[in-house]
């Protein structure tokens, strides 16, 4: 039972465009949902992570929306660059432990 | 200040030999939790550790195990190595854990391949 769903699994973007990628979970017990980005050959970093609580975050070029009934958060890239090109995956969690719930993730290739 | 550390970076088994990984991580976190990351399956929690303690498991077998050190530092052994071990393990730690309110860190994984 895949817990978090995440769409598209491939994105191209022209350079300055607007990526979004989306994702939605099931559990309603989750409160806390992150945004990792992975280039190749390293570990996933943190871009931004939202409580549902709020239904949108922006830090930078960077917004989660987040949408409580619906069960559906996404990652919205402003202006993407080149070096945006990585593997974007989002997550959830319970309260209790850091026991994330990883999406399938997304990659996102920025053409200049 | 140093991120979270792991090692090997990368390492070749046999089938049915065992391994252990290292991780070392950021100075003052206390939780340490393990993924296993592979192209079929993707990111998948493993464990978790907090002051010593299995706080969390994830759904895989009991080949899989780890420990946390007094001095939070953790290593996960796989026993009896399968093919479909190959993978990126990856570490991460946190302050206190309790995702909703400290930053998960990631480590750069150790990539085993299992021949």
């Known amino acids: 039972q895949q817990q978090v769903k995440q769409s598209p699994q491939s994105l191209i973007v022209q350079k300055g465009g607007i990526s979004i990628i989306n994702c939605a979970y099931e559990?309603?017990?989750?409160?806390?949902f992150p945004w990792y980005q992975q280039f190749p050959g390293k570990g996933p970093a943190l871009l931004i992570a939202?409580?549902?609580?709020?239904s949108e975050k922006k830090e930078g070029r960077f917004t989660i929306s987040f949408n409580k009934s619906a069960k559906q958060f996404s990652l919205h890239i402003m202006d993407s660059q080149p070096g945006d090109s990585a593997t974007y995956f989002c997550?959830?969690?319970?309260?209790?432990?850091?026991?994330?719930?990883f999406g399938k993730g997304t990659t996102l290739s920025v053409s200049s | 200040k140093a991120g979270v550390t792991q090692t090997p970076r990368y390492l070749i088994k046999t089938r049915g030999q065992q391994v252990t990984l290292s991780c070392s991580p950021i100075s003052g976190h206390r939780s340490v939790s393990w993924y296993q990351q592979t192209p079929g399956q993707g990111l998948q929690f493993l464990f978790e550790y907090f002051s010593e303690t299995q706080r969390n498991k994830g759904n895989f077998p009991g080949r899989f195990s780890g420990r946390q050190f007094s001095n939070s530092r953790s290593e996960m052994n796989v026993s009896t190595l399968e093919l479909g071990d190959s993978a990126l393990y990856l570490c991460?730690?946190?302050?206190?854990?309790?995702?909703?309110?400290?930053?998960?860190?990631f480590g750069e994984g150790s990539w085993l391949t299992v021949v």
């Open positions: 939202i409580r549902p609580d709020v």
């Open positions: 991460a730690s946190s302050l206190a854990g309790g995702a909703g309110g400290n930053t998960i860190y």
């Open positions: 559990n309603t017990a989750f409160d806390y």
């Open positions: 997550a959830a969690s319970r309260p209790a432990g850091t026991a994330l719930i």
